[in-house]
């Protein structure tokens, strides 16, 4: 049955007005008539309430036997409207504007290769296979599949965002379109010496955010940025980090890989590895390059199954497959062992099985010239060391990890970065052996070739407690404890005072801290002095002096005095005794300069402890003093936190003054006045009576209260009380008083004949 012309007439008519395609162009250059603008409302108005019939005036002048027809043709029409938002139609043509029969010569809608039925989507046409929608049966019309924008992301507000994101990142792309864009320079990196072109970026489908990788062994830089707040996934924004990379599937066959043939066996025989051995740990060999070089092929595998490839040539070059998982050499050899040995290469990984050890692992990547001086990067970011964290449920059964890398400085620094992250408790090392007098083996393989296995074995037999900082064994001290037992270094039972009745109370030892404390005047700097005047000349010492009570001239007054024996003025203090003279003057002065070291703070700015310590840190390195005077400590800059009482603080600053004396093996003399004595009746003190903390007693080595008699009817008046209160070490003394006499003129202490009292 032939299809009334009346109908197809319409038909062509109804899709021409409706369902024109959109023109840009067009549309822009439409007249802008108020007729226009009333069309282009009542077409998109038409358009989104999908009401098509009510176009069905246009077919009126149809025969009455088209309309079954069109009714099935407007049918689909509707259901196609249902499914697709059309685009209204442009303003160029007039909606009521009678157009062309179809089949007239003017016309080109029935060219070849032009669809009958135009786009019925606002997007862009699709490249995919059309679909067909059957009408009547007598025409089959091709609607193209609705498809998502196939427009790049190469402008506006999004892209503008990301390039400033990028750019804060120190990443410059031209191209934001979305999709993977690689063979980029990093920026981090700057692609190595080589200026490898390895760094690739992600842009997602929305050109929101974008997210990168360097693929070089040695950057590994990832990131990320996050989504644009008002974008439409900004519930879900790429936080900073890594993306794990797919790694590829591999097998021996697509890696062409073939046995060993006989030439590389015998070289595995020079270095002392069976073929028993390469063919239980699958060594194989690989033809590579134009020329067909022969390398070596080490498996990488897990559970037997090929997962990486690392190839060894003639120059003893190594590389490995790109993009296959880092693992451990050997990895299956270590399931469910306790003891683990992490070698440093796979030919050291067979050496240990030849001699006996096949719990033995070797690293993948080899070992970094220096240890890091950064704190441990998160797992994620860990890309240097992958592999531990690819094989963390293999290592963490183990009770014993020994480190037995190689002996160089890199080696060690492997050893030092592996311990960082499994745990130094658990940590062992080895030292190899010596292969001849000038030298050590440098790793197993060499100490299999030049010694045999069973070094090897003795080797692993004698590793050591991998070094934990803090924690110590006895006989890392036996030196300095048999050096005390023979008494071979001097000061094992400290320094004498000078002064007979003192020296079975109190003696000098280096590295302890002595607190001297006494009611004002009573004579503590002045005894303090005098004992180092009795410490330089028997022993030696030099010291350093932060005495902030005294001037410079008058504290080197009363030293000279002490050293010459004579007053420094004639003065009516010198009770007529005979003046320094010049010489002794000059020689006075050049003692001064040679055994003294003062510490002092030019400015108006109280010092604090830290500040004084670190200078006599700097006069123990550089004079070799023995001994720090401190004088007093309250002089000293004491701010503290809000939070942060005064017992607290004095008993951190003690820490620290110990701490020093220990380090330093130096002798350290604290002063600290008692607290104000309402009802202090001319007996001495007690040490829990020093303003500040009971700590200055609880943290001292020694306590000393000097005491000097103020009344004439109790005794003698220049007669001074060295009263010793505590003794930590029983080997310098103990607890008891001592009295001495004081010279007025001179400032000297001397025995007296009363003996100490216990």
Known sequence: TLVPSGFLSSLFSLLSAVRRPWNPVEEKEAPTNYQAKKDKREMRRLAHSNRYKKLAFLSSSSSSSSSSASTVAFSAISRMGSKFSPKPATASVPLFQPLPSPFSSSTNL????????????SKPTSRNNSRSLYTNG?????????????????????????????????????????????????????????????????????????????????????????????????????????????????TEESLQLEPLCSELVGYFKERDISRETLVR?????????????????????????LVSCKYRDIHKKFWQEKDTEKIFYGLDDIKGADDIIIVEGEMDKLAMEEAGFRNCVSVPDGAPPLVSSKDLPPESQDTKYQYLWNCKDYLKQASRIILATDGDP????????????LGRERCWRVK?????????????????????????????????????????????????????????????FGVSTG?????????????????????????????????????????????????????????????????????????????SAERI????????????????????????????????????????????VRGLVIDPYNELDHQRPPNMTETE???????????????????????????????????????????????????????????????????????????????RNKVVGTIGDAYLSYNRVTGEFRDTETHHRK
């Open 281 to 305: 740990n699958r060594v194989m060999q690989k033809a590579y390059g134009n020329q067909l070089q022969i390398v070596i092929a080490f498996t990488y595998r897990r559970n037997g199954r």
């Open 138 to 250: 007598h025409a089959t019309l091709p609607i193209p599949k609705p498809v998502s924008a196939d427009l790049a992301v190469g402008g506006g507000w999004k892209s503008d965002a990301l390039r400033h994101q990028l750019a804060e990142c120190g990443i410059e792309v031209d191209d934001l379109s979305p999709g993977q864009h690689s063979g980029l320079l990093c920026p981090k990196c700057q692609g190595g010496d080589s200026g490898e072109k390895s760094f690739s970026i992600l842009i997602n489908a929305e050109g929101a955010r974008a997210s990168w990788i360097c693929h070089r062994a040695k950057c590994g830089w990832t990131g990320g940025t996050k989504q644009h707040a008002t974008s439409s996934t900004s519930r879900n924004p790429v936080q900073q980090g890594t993306r794990k990379k797919q790694t590829r599937e591999i």
């Open 581 to 624: 003279d010049v010489m002794e003057y000059e020689r006075g002065k050049q003692w001064l300069n040679d055994t003294f070291y003062l510490i002092r703070c030019e400015d108006d700015a109280l010092p604090n402890i830290r500040w004084v310590l670190s200078l006599a840190k700097a006069a123990v390195l550089r004079y070799g």
């Open 432 to 492: 190899w052996p010596r292969k001849n007098e000038d030298s050590y083996c440098k790793d197993a393989n060499e100490v299999l070739m030049y010694l045999g296995p069973q070094a090897v074995k003795d080797a692993i037999d004698d590793a050591e407690l991998y070094p934990i900082k803090g924690l110590f064994l006895f006989r890392d001290f036996f030196d300095e404890i048999d050096s005390y037992y023979h008494q071979t270094q001097g000061y094992h």
């Open 410 to 421: 890199p080696g060690q620094a492997l050893a030092e970065e592996l311990a960082r992250r």
């Open 649 to 727: 603080y004095v008993s951190q600053m003690l820490t620290l003054v110990k701490r020093f004396a220990q380090h330093h093996s130096c002798h350290v003399w604290f002063v600290a006045h008692p607290r104000q004595l309402h009802n202090w009746i001319g007996g001495p003190p007690n040490m829990y009576d020093i303003s500040g903390s009971a700590h200055f007693i609880n943290k001292c080595d020694n306590g000393i209260i000097i005491h000097r008699n103020r009344n004439p009817e109790a005794g003698d008046i220049d007669q001074v009380q060295i009263c010793v209160r505590k003794v």
């Open 110 to 121: 029935c060219r070849a290769g032009k669809r009958l039925l135009p786009v019925l989507c």
């Open 499 to 575: 002064w007979r009745s003192l020296d079975g109370l109190y003696s000098v030892l280096p590295g302890e801290l002595t607190i001297v404390s006494g009611v004002p005047n009573s004579g503590k700097s002045e005894w303090i002095d005098a004992l180092l005047c009795n410490l330089n000349k028997s022993a030696d010492w030099k010291f350093a002096l932060c005495s902030m009570e005294n001037k410079v001239r008058d504290h080197a007054r009363k030293l000279m005095e002490k050293y010459v024996r004579k007053p420094f003025f004639d003065a009516p203090y010198g009770e």
